[in-house]
């Protein structure tokens, strides 16, 4: 019944999203003909725009015109290399992808691949080595989540030069998180870890399956937001960011990212399992209409220039002010 709702009701993003990922129908024309009407959305329009002048030097932070936002917010709109439209901007880009060194503004290439490889698997991009870089990357977190140690901040004693800006927040160990041995899952690497899941090896399912318990349990709950402080040899410290804390641990929490990362966890078999997943869902329901639908506060569904993996693009293109 919701489906069809939603075929009766939604505009075209979901529409096509409903009849090619949900209904088991065979009508091509009918899904063709939503694609067109999706084609033709200002917002569209104006996404493709942001990828025509994509500079994949610029691959981390809150701009739209970012690569970590560009290309998700075509996903989200079932653009991406499957799309001739998408195809044919996105093939001069194509030597640069294949090379792999993204900028991020940090001091490792890693944290480039890092931000930028989730959202190249999204978009169906052919990029060589991305897989292979992707296991390798779930082997090096799983050496480190596999001892469900949260131990993960340094003595403050050891750090003498911390910038004043810093100083009330704790510092990673240098030899957790520095350079390309950063062993700390980052939000991005769930990102490519539920892209990659069903693809993978069961060997590495599991490892995955043990990466997400590990960010899932309680003792996970020491991190704070945004993990802390990077240290590096030369007694320089940047602010890392990027934690994978779950989402609807405070149930006043109405913050825009608790129903992105809900999504985002549900890729997850492991996850969906949880007690805490399943809390989350029955805190959901207050949220039911008689008619079956969902009407979530405003706060949950923003539309707001701002990283995407922060659940900041969630309209969808729909008029949310239109009673239907």
């Given amino acids: ?42 917002q569209t329009q104006t996404r493709l725009d942001l990828l025509k002048n994509l500079d994949i030097n610029r691959v981390h932070g809150s701009n739209k015109t970012h690569l970590e936002n560009v290309l998700p917010m075509l996903s989200d709109f079932s653009i991406n290399y499957e799309s001739d439209v998408f195809k044919n901007i996105i093939k001069d880009k194509q030597i640069t992808f294949d090379s792999g060194n993204f900028n991020a503004d940090y001091f490792s290439t890693l944290y480039g691949k890092v931000i930028a490889y989730p959202f190249l698997l999204r978009s169906k991009i052919p990029v060589k080595d991305l897989v292979s870089f992707a296991i390798e990357r779930i082997d090096t977190i799983y050496d480190f989540t596999k001892h469900h140690d949260y131990d993960i901040y340094d003595k403050s004693e050891n750090h003498k030069s911390v910038p004043k800006l810093f100083r009330d927040r704790p510092i990673i160990k240098p030899e957790i998180a520095y350079g390309d041995m950063c062993r700390l899952p980052m939000i991005y690497d769930i990102v490519t870890m539920a892209e990659l899941y069903y693809q993978v090896s069961q060997n590495v399912q599991i490892k995955i399956d043990d990466i997400i318990n590990y960010v899932l349990s309680p003792g996970y709950d020491v991190v704070l937001p945004g993990y802390g402080i990077l240290a590096t040899p030369k007694r320089s410290y940047y602010s890392m960011g990027w934690d994978c804390k779950k989402p609807f641990n405070d149930k006043q929490d109405y913050s825009y990212r608790n129903l992105h990362r809900l999504l985002l966890y549900s890729s997850f078999p492991t996850a969906v399992k949880s007690s805490w ?32 993996i922060l659940g900041t693009r969630m309209s969808l293109a729909e008029n949310r002010r239109k009673k239907n």
């Fill in 1 to 42: 019944m919701i489906l069809e709702w939603l075929e009766a009701n939604a505009g075209p993003v979901i529409r096509y999203r409903v009849q090619k990922e949900l209904m088991d129908t065979s009508d091509a024309g009918s899904s063709r003909k939503t694609m067109q009407e999706l084609l033709k959305l200002p």
């Fill in 277 to 308: 997943f399943q809390n989350a869902i029955d805190f959901l329901m207050q949220f039911k209409t008689e008619s079956k639908t969902y009407a979530f506060p405003k706060e949950y569904l923003p539309e707001i220039d701002s990283n995407w």
